[in-house]
Structures are given as structure tokens and as C-alpha cells.
């Protein structure tokens, strides 16, 4: 496998993850509760289930595998410094203006009560995804030397999967304000805080140590061989442990140590299977990996698609919510990938032969969007 090769599988990896994301989002809100409940669907409830750990797991292991050249450039706070946190800018801004409940800012004023409050400030997959390249990024610059960095790495990843049952019983709220607070577990309505959901990124960002050593010994058969036995271990045995061992009452916390070891040794299962497929396949190319290559934009799109209220004041969800039996639910997973898909391939046309055009688009899009946010308010628009 060439050199341009080598990373197709983990592009892979995200790209699946991606699309599954956008089945995830229609049936959670479109799909009939009666369905839910039927003995079969916890096969599709635990392969939903994996969405979110492998999306944060590429994460942490594509950004570090991007921190191996221009290190020194990145402690100087020259221009690779200010590319990343650039980038890490714009995955929390996403973020947070998915949770935005009005787009003005005198109307989020008026009705600033504790319920918006919560909205506005969850922390969601892309904010916990930030935090944590952040993090992975200032430890870079801090520790030079490559043993110390992932030290500290293999230390912040022990400690969440630890100690996160600690954290989910403590209410940060009473001595933080609320914007941090929520980073913190779920107390405050957030989907993906820090506690447990860092363990799957801090993973991934550890894997690229052992994957970054294999590559360059030539040895990578032997690294995906071993990751993908070490996967369906801890795959089985978490199982076992959650059927036999773990309490019933246990089994549905998230910061469960077992939790994080079974959904970890899928996501390695998996990734093993994705490099097997692509290993052979020469200059590899796939609706799959334009997803995965502009995932922020796929993951933002699809859910304004579902979320937002372009439909006579009405959403999908406010229309069809709970609704819809399988067939229908499959019919617009399937339109919306088509959708997301052909976004991803023009944006990623638009950045490879107008860079330049591409970066005005984005920060006019980012400009329009504060100056439209502001001047509703001012005018009490009804944009």
C-alpha cells in the first residue's frame, strides 16, 4: 500500500460513521416509539451506539497524526499554530450555533431563563471534539518531547475512564458558571461532556503513537492485525461482562469503565475492517470518503436539514416527529445522505481548486451569520 493509501481506512472509518450519524438523527426523532420497543431493534441501537465513539475516537487520532510536522512552527505561535486553532474555532462555533435557540440576539435576551440557558451552552459531540483537540494541541506545544506528550496523553485517558462515575455525582453548577459546568457531565443537559466522552478521543489520539511506530518500521499489517484482535477481545469480554457481571442498573451509565472497553473494541474491530477493504485498492475513491473528508460541514448540514424550521415555520421533527414507520425512515436516511454527500463533494471541489474563494466563503458565511444574528435583534426581524 502506497503512502497516499495509509490513511484511507481511518477516512474511512469517519466517512461510515458519518452517514450512520444521519440515520442516528432521523430515526431517534422521526422513527414510531412502537418500533423502539421491538426485541430486534437493540442490534441497531447498539450499532447507533457506536456513531458517536468512533467519530471522537478518528478525532483524537487524525489530529494528532496532523501535529507530526511543524512542531516547531506550532510553538513559535506561527501560522500552523493559528491553522489548528483556527480549525478548533470553527468545530466549536458549529457547535454551539446548533444550539442557538433563536437567531437574534434581543430575543435570546428576552427570554433568557434557565431552560434556554442550558440549550445554549450543552455541550455537544463537536464541543467536546474541541475541547479536546484544544487540549491535545497546547499539550503539544508544552511538552517536547514525544515520550512526555504521550505520558500525559495515557494519563488524562486513564483518569476519565477512572474516575468519571466520580464526576457524573457532582454538580458543577453550584461554584462554576454554566458554560463550564457543562463540560463536566450531564447535569446541565449536555449530550457528550468531557466525562466519559474524552476517553474515546484521548484513545484515538494514543493509537496514532502505535500506529505512527508500525508505519514507520513498514510494519502496519502487523499493528491493524494486532488492534483488530486486542478490538474483538475487548469487544467480547465486555459483552460477557455486561451480560453476566455489570448490574442491570449499571449497564446504561456512559461513564462505565466496561462501556468504554466494549464500544472501544468495536470501534478497533471496525477500523481493522476498514484498512483490510482499502489495503489492496489502488488510488481508492468513494462517495464515503467525500463525507468523511468534510465531515464538520456533513455534520452541521444534516442537522439543520432535520432540525430547522424551513417547512412553513416547521421542521422534520416538528412535522413527522415520531411518526414515521421504517420504510419512510430508511427513504430519508437515504435522501439526506444524497444530500450531504453532494454538499461534501462541492465544498471539497470549491477548497482544492479556489482555496483562497473557499476561505472568504467561509468567513463571509461566519460574518453574515453574527452581523444577521445581531441585526434581527436590533430590528426584531423574524429572519
Not at 178 to 194: E, H, K, Q
Not at 328 to 347: E, G
Request: some cysteine; proline content about 3%; glycine content about 6%.
Amino acid at each position: 500500500m502506497n503512502t497516499k493509501n495509509r490513511a484511507l481506512f481511518i477516512d474511512l472509518l469517519r466517512g461510515l460513521a458519518m452517514l450512520v450519524m444521519v440515520e442516528v438523527h432521523v430515526t431517534n426523532e422521526l422513527l414510531e416509539p412502537s418500533i423502539k420497543s421491538q426485541s430486534w431493534f437493540f442490534i441497531v441501537n447498539f450499532i447507533n451506539g457506536l456513531v458517536a465513539p468512533s467519530f471522537l475516537f478518528v478525532s483524537g487520532l487524525v489530529f494528532v497524526l496532523s501535529l507530526q510536522k511543524g512542531t516547531d512552527d506550532l510553538r513559535k505561535f506561527g501560522k500552523t499554530f493559528w491553522k489548528k486553532l483556527s480549525r478548533i474555532g470553527l468545530i466549536l462555533l458549529a457547535g454551539y450555533s446548533l444550539h442557538t435557540p433563536y437567531f437574534s440576539v434581543q430575543k435570546l435576551m428576552n427570554h433568557w431563563t434557565p431552560d434556554i440557558i442550558k440549550q445554549l451552552f450543552m455541550v455537544d459531540i463537536l464541543q467536546c471534539i474541541g475541547i479536546g483537540l484544544l487540549v491535545l494541541l497546547f499539550a503539544r506545544i508544552i511538552f517536547t518531547n514525544e515520550k512526555s506528550f504521550y505520558i500525559f496523553i495515557t494519563v488524562v485517558l486513564f483518569f476519565v475512564v477512572s474516575f468519571s462515575w466520580v464526576f457524573w455525582k457532582i454538580d458543577f453548577n453550584n461554584f462554576l458558571p454554566i458554560p463550564l459546568a457543562s463540560y463536566f457531565n450531564t447535569m446541565n443537559g449536555s449530550l457528550f461532556p468531557v466525562f466519559p466522552w474524552f476517553n474515546f478521543l484521548f484513545a484515538g489520539a494514543l493509537v496514532s503513537k502505535f500506529y505512527i511506530d508500525a508505519r514507520n518500521k513498514n510494519d502496519e499489517k502487523s499493528f491493524i492485525r494486532k488492534i483488530t484482535i486486542v478490538g474483538i477481545g475487548f469487544l467480547i469480554v465486555g459483552d460477557l461482562l455486561l451480560r453476566v457481571v455489570v448490574p442491570k442498573n449499571l449497564e446504561i451509565i456512559r461513564p462505565h469503565p466496561v462501556f468504554f472497553f466494549e464500544r472501544l473494541g468495536a470501534v478497533f474491530a471496525i477500523l481493522g475492517v476498514c484498512w483490510y477493504y482499502v489495503r489492496n485498492k489502488e488510488n481508492y475513491s468513494s462517495f464515503i470518503l467525500d463525507a468523511s473528508r468534510e465531515s464538520l460541514l456533513v455534520y452541521w448540514l444534516h442537522l439543520q436539514v432535520i432540525f430547522r424550521k424551513f417547512f412553513g415555520g416547521k421542521s422534520l421533527v416538528d412535522i413527522y416527529g415520531g411518526q414515521l414507520n421504517i420504510y419512510w425512515c430508511i427513504l430519508i436516511t437515504i435522501a439526506i445522505c444524497v444530500l450531504m454527500i453532494y454538499a461534501a463533494k462541492l465544498w471539497g471541489w470549491t477548497k482544492g481548486h479556489h482555496p483562497k474563494i473557499s476561505k472568504k466563503i467561509v468567513y463571509g458565511f461566519i460574518t453574515a451569520g453574527v452581523a444577521i444574528f445581531v441585526i434581527n435583534g436590533i430590528f426584531l426581524l423574524d429572519l
